[in-house]
């Protein structure tokens, strides 16, 4: 007989996926940095001929860290948490076990696949979806495995009420599958135009105005699904099992799911305001952009309020910390979506480096925050060894929030200078600016990025060491820490 | 009326039914707390208490180990 007591979670497929974020976090981020340098320093276009252009390295950038870092993240912290708050192991079903592997080596392969497809410049040349079509239906196959652990695990639970972190998981699962199966909806150019083209290369089977909403529909719950869903779904777990308080109201995140349900899949087409969309949509994105507000923020003062009478813990525990600036900072980009959404705003922040400016407080404050704080409280869980360094858990913490702030306050001031000197008109009703104009202005804050993106990534190579470190050389741990994560000084 | 419009009135009373079904949402689930039907705040605990060993917040009848375990 199989007794409880005997039987303990298994990490493996977590773990697998550990490594994965921190590897395409770095590959994903130094990109980024040098892309970001490029824009500062043209001339660094030019390094590895036509494989380190710009517009080359920009989608591998976006692809790498958004499916390569973001999903490993979610993955690992799915495999991990969802064992745990439904009380079972992944050692008690082979198939489940299986089927975890199966997805991890399929995952691989399609990360190294487009990886060096996309630096082939071989692109289906949509936003966010640039993989070709066999890489798509790889892509849909790898998700469907995770549904089938998913579902699996539900089947098997012991503990009846699924804990909300699962309902954001399975948010996740259910709205990704949805919205890329119809973005990604392509035909091969060779039957496109009769036996012409290449079996490789296809083209949404939308055009015009009708490609472009269904791309919005995509690009910005793209933003929900996987920025935003499953970084919700860390946060209930994690910050109340490393602090040992309980979400503070259960009733408040329940409701939060649902308006975010509810409201997210209509925001997309603030993407397209001020263009040859109806007017009805556009304004209809603007409203619901602005609604979004409220279950965001229901969320994120949820997570704030946990903390209520134990705020000692945020100058104790490093972790914490992430993960209250975490909060914090979804917080701070979910107000300032919906201020960009907002078609007079719109009209002076669309096509600027504000918009850059708002993507990367959320995916550098919050979501990778958020991962890498919950990869930090897996760690002594999964390896069985304390982390190996606070200190420099401190020093990461500070050098990325300072790269985060430089990153963000220098795209405000790029973004609303290059806006208005794009709209600005003399007493005769002439342009006042060319575009040159507004390229000579930006360059101190294009420099501004480029730092705070090498800030970033010093960060990063500090959690990957810290992280590779406890889990070869830190000190093991006799039993498994119940709430705070023991690090060594 | 062409479709443009059809599509814009049909979103106009598609959000009010949906903000109807949100609100319902919210009175219905303090309504069944206050009237002691359920009980969402202790659904909280299960990230807290999340032992493989630990009893369950709402246990599942018949989970798979037991059901082996009856079997066995």
Request: net charge neutral.
């Amino acid at each position: 007989m199989q007794s409880n007591a005997a039987l303990e979670y298994d990490y493996t497929v977590a773990k697998l996926f550990t490594y994965t974020a921190i590897i395409f976090g770095l590959v994903g981020m130094l990109i980024g940095t040098l892309i970001a340098a490029q824009l500062a320093f043209p001339e660094l276009n030019y390094l590895f001929g036509e494989y380190g252009t710009f517009s080359r390295l920009r989608p591998l950038h976006t692809n790498v860290v958004i499916y390569g870092f973001t999903v490993s993240g979610v993955f690992a912290t799915f495999y991990y948490s969802a064992q745990r708050v439904m009380k079972v192991s992944m050692a008690e079903s082979s198939f489940i076990m299986m089927v975890g592997k199966l997805q991890f080596i399929l995952y691989v392969i399609l990360a190294a696949w487009m990886v060096v497809t996309l630096f082939m410049g071989v692109t289906a040349s949509k936003e966010y979806a640039q993989m070709e079509w066999p890489l798509d239906v790889l892509t849909v196959l790898v998700w469907v495995l995770w549904g089938v652990a998913m579902f699996g695990l539900i089947g098997m639970r012991r503990e009846k009420a699924l804990y909300i972190s699962m309902w954001y998981f399975i948010a996740c699962f259910l709205g990704v599958a949805m919205l890329y199966l119809f973005n990604n909806m392509e035909v091969p150019t060779y039957f496109a135009a009769g036996g012409l083209g290449s079996m490789m290369h296809s083209v949404s089977m939308y055009a015009g105005t009708n490609d472009a909403l269904v791309q919005w529909w995509w690009g910005h719950n793209a933003v929900a699904f996987v920025f935003t869903v499953p970084i919700v779904a860390m946060v209930y777990y994690f910050l109340p099992k490393e602090s040992g308080q309980a979400v503070y109201s259960y009733k408040l995140s329940l409701l939060s799911f649902w308006g975010l349900m509810f409201v997210y899949l209509w925001a997309g087409s603030h993407h397209l305001i001020w263009s040859t969309v109806p007017d009805w949509m556009q304004t209809m994105g603007s409203v619901f952009s602005v609604v979004l507000i409220l279950p965001s923020w229901g969320s994120a003062i949820n997570m704030l309020l946990t903390m209520k009478g134990e705020w000692n813990q945020l100058t104790e525990n490093p972790l914490i910390k992430f993960m209250v600036l975490a909060s914090t900072f979804y917080m701070l980009s979910t107000l300032e979506g919906p201020i960009q959404a907002i078609k007079s705003v719109n009209a002076i922040a669309h096509f600027t480096d504000w918009i850059p400016g708002h993507v990367h407080d959320g995916v550098l404050g919050w979501v990778a925050f958020m991962i890498m704080a919950a990869l930090f409280h897996m760690a002594p869980r999964m390896f069985k060894r304390e982390i190996y360094s606070k200190k420099m858990l401190e020093a990461q913490f500070w050098v990325q929030t300072t790269a985060v702030v430089l990153y963000f306050t220098s795209m405000w001031i790029a973004g609303i200078t290059q806006g208005m000197m794009w709209r600005a008109v003399d007493e005769y009703g002439n342009l006042m600016y060319s575009f040159i104009d507004t390229v000579t202005v930006l360059h101190p804050y294009y420099t501004i990025r480029a730092v705070a993106g090498v800030l970033f990534v010093a960060g990063f190579i500090l959690f990957a060491y810290n992280m590779f470190m406890t889990m070869t050389a830190s000190k093991k741990l006799e039993e498994e820490p119940q709430f705070r994560s023991p690090m060594a000084a | 009326m062409d479709i443009r419009e059809l599509q814009g009135y049909a979103s106009f009373f598609m959000t009010i039914f949906l903000v109807i079904m949100l609100y319902g949402y919210i009175i219905h689930l303090y309504r069944s707390e206050k009237k002691g039907e359920r009980d969402y705040e202790k659904y909280g605990n299960i990230a807290i208490d999340d032992e493989l060993d630990s009893n369950p917040v709402e246990k599942k009848p018949e989970a798979q180990s037991e059901k082996k375990e009856q079997k066995k």
